[in-house]
């Protein structure tokens, strides 16, 4: 059975970008009889306000949404998230950096024979500092946790690492995340857990999507370069990968990305100027 899931941030209101990512996801998974879910990824505690998240759900309901309870929160997933974090670290893919900000802003800076610096969805590549410190049998408990992309390659035969899209209906292809490219260029040495111990947005949405059975994750095409480091973690954590469906982003007027902070293009301002649910679905072209 399909499902697929939704899974906003209750840091804000839901706009028309969302309701559209809401609409396929739901729509896709219900016309095969499937089942659509709602997850709220509220790991961000300062950011995140109760009064989002009851809107979120009253305009999902509004749109005519209909999705299977309970509601997974990411905030109430601490254990599930540590014990993947346990089995990095024995596993030995995963070690504490020690490193703040300005020190990895230095340690690029210094001369590296003219090499190029690279990039990941999440910023600058990790120049790998900490990655030969002793580590120690117990994983710390107050240090940021990097993976060893390089250690996990050997471990876990990453050499051919694919998943598959769905391009339109009917059609999928399949990509290829290291055929002509190394993990260590494209990937890094990211971040597994900060330092506060909060883990790290690709390792709790990999976790979640496997407890909440996603079969296809369904999301904007902004999300598809994350897509490789999910499918990374999914192996070294023995997780099946989803089908993924990347989506156009929607665009304001101008052309502009419609962002989250815009309360103007919200789903409650366009409610309260009487536009009907199949008013928002016509103004992003569903
Ligand atoms: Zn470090």
Not at 15 to 32: E, M, N, Q, V
Not at 250 to 273: H, V, W
């Amino acid at each position: 059975m399909i499902r697929t899931r939704f899974a906003p941030s209750p840091t804000g209101p839901l706009h028309l970008g969302h309701a559209y990512s809401a609409i396929i996801a739901h729509d896709f998974a219900k016309a095969s009889g499937g089942e659509f879910i709602v997850r709220i990824e509220d790991l961000d505690q300062s950011r995140v306000r109760k009064k989002w998240d009851s809107q979120i759900f009253e305009d999902l309901e509004w749109l005519g949404l209909s999705w299977a309870r309970p509601i997974m929160r990411q905030s109430e997933r601490a254990e599930a998230y540590s014990n993947a974090i346990d089995k990095l670290y024995y596993n030995q893919v995963i070690y504490p950096c020690y490193c703040t900000r300005r020190d990895i802003s230095e340690a690029i800076a210094a001369p590296q024979g003219g090499s190029l610096i690279l990039q990941n969805p999440d910023g600058i590549i990790y120049p790998g500092t900490c990655r030969h410190k002793t580590k120690t049998n117990t994983r710390p408990k107050d240090q940021a946790l990097r993976l060893d992309v390089a250690a996990a390659m050997v471990a876990h035969d990453l050499n051919d690492l694919k998943f598959i899209e769905i391009v339109a209906p009917g059609h999928s292809k399949t990509i290829n995340i290291n055929k002509n490219s190394n993990l260590t260029d494209i990937i890094g040495d990211i971040v597994i857990t900060r330092r506060d111990m909060a883990p790290a947005y690709h390792l709790a949405v990999v976790i979640d999507d496997m407890e909440q059975n996603i079969t296809h994750v369904v999301r904007g095409e902004d999300l598809r370069p994350s897509t490789s480091i999910h499918v990374v973690l999914q192996r070294l954590l023995g997780l099946t990968t989803p089908f993924y469906i990347h989506h156009p982003l929607i665009n304001d007027e101008n052309g502009k990305r419609l962002a989250k902070r815009n309360d103007a293009k919200s789903i409650s301002t366009f409610r309260s100027q009487g536009a009907s649910p199949l008013d928002i679905r016509h103004m992003i072209g569903l």
